[in-house]
C-alpha cells in the first residue's frame, strides 16, 4: 500500500540566535515532560525533562517553559549552532506511566 | 543513562514474513517500551513490555500482530507478525525509570517491507 508521510512544521533560524519550539499536550492530568532530539537515523535523545511542579527548568543552552494552564510547552535554544539542527519532540506522561509523543518540529539552522 | 541495544538495526523483509526485534539494556530498568515511527512521522507507542506478563497494548495495537515478550528486566523482544508494506517503519525501543525515571531510546530498527 502507499505510504503517506506528513510533512513536519519546520522552524528555520540564523546560527547564532535564539529559537524557540512550541509544543501542545492534551492530557491535564500529565505531571512529567521531556524534550527529544532527533538526527536522521538516529533514535531520540533525551535533552531536558520538566515535572509539573515546576514551571521553568535551565539546562546547557537550553530553557523549558511549561504551563499547564493553557498545556503548552516550550523548548528554548540559547545561541542556535549548525549541529542543533534535527527534529524535535516533546513528550508527556502521567505518573510515568507511558510517554506520548507530539508531532514534532523540523530546526533547520542557517549558517 | 542505560546503554540500549537494539538488533537488527535495520532489515528488508518479504511480505507476510515475521521479523523479530531484540532490546537488550546494561542494567535493570522498571520499563521498557516500544514505539513505531512511520517515515516523516512522530512517535507511536505500540505497547509497554511488562516483565514475567502480558504486554499492554495501545489502542489500534494488538497482540497477534505485535507479539512482545519481557523475560526479564534487562531484555524484550517485538515481533511484527504477517508482515505488510505498511509496517514499513522505525520501530524503537525505551527504557524508563534508569535511574532518575527518565525514559532513553535505543537506536532503533529500520524495517522495509516488500
Known amino acids: 500500500g502507499e505510504s503517506v508521510g506528513l510533512h513536519l512544521p519546520t522552524l528555520s533560524v540564523q546560527e547564532g540566535d535564539n529559537s524557540i519550539i512550541n509544543c501542545a499536550y492534551s492530557?491535564?492530568?500529565?505531571?512529567?515532560f521531556i524534550w527529544y532530539k532527533q538526527e536522521s537515523g538516529k533514535g531520540p535523545q533525551f535533552i531536558i525533562d520538566?515535572?509539573?511542579?515546576?514551571d521553568k527548568r535551565q539546562g546547557q543552552r537550553v530553557t523549558v517553559l511549561l504551563n499547564k494552564t493553557v498545556k503548552h510547552l516550550s523548548l528554548q535554544i540559547a545561541a542556535t549552532q549548525p549541529g542543533d539542527s534535527a527534529v524535535y519532540f516533546c513528550?508527556?506522561?502521567?505518573?510515568?506511566?507511558?510517554?506520548?509523543f507530539g508531532s514534532g518540529t523540523k530546526l533547520n539552522v542557517k549558517p | 543513562s542505560a546503554v540500549i541495544s537494539q538488533k537488527p538495526s535495520r532489515d528488508i523483509c518479504q511480505r507476510g514474513t515475521s521479523l523479530t526485534i531484540q532490546c537488550q539494556v546494561d542494567?535493570?530498568?522498571?520499563?521498557m517500551f516500544w514505539y513505531r515511527q512511520q517515515p516523516g512521522q512522530s512517535l507511536t507507542l505500540i505497547a509497554t513490555?511488562?516483565?514475567?506478563?502480558?504486554?499492554?497494548?495501545e489502542s489500534g495495537f494488538v497482540i497477534d500482530k505485535f507479539p512482545i515478550s519481557r523475560p526479564n528486566l534487562t531484555f524484550s523482544t517485538l515481533t511484527v507478525s504477517n508482515m505488510s508494506p505498511e509496517d514499513s517503519s522505525i520501530y524503537l525501543c525505551?527504557?524508563?525509570?534508569?535511574?532518575?525515571?527518565?525514559?532513553?531510546f535505543g537506536s532503533g530498527t529500520q524495517l522495509s517491507v516488500l
Open positions: 525505551s527504557v524508563g525509570g534508569v535511574p532518575d525515571e527518565k525514559l532513553f
Open positions: 492530557n491535564s492530568a500529565s505531571d512529567y
Open positions: 520538566i515535572r509539573s511542579n515546576m
Open positions: 513528550a508527556d506522561s502521567y505518573n510515568f506511566n507511558k510517554f506520548y
Open positions: 542494567s535493570q530498568v522498571t520499563m
Open positions: 513490555a511488562n516483565q514475567g506478563s502480558e504486554a499492554t497494548y
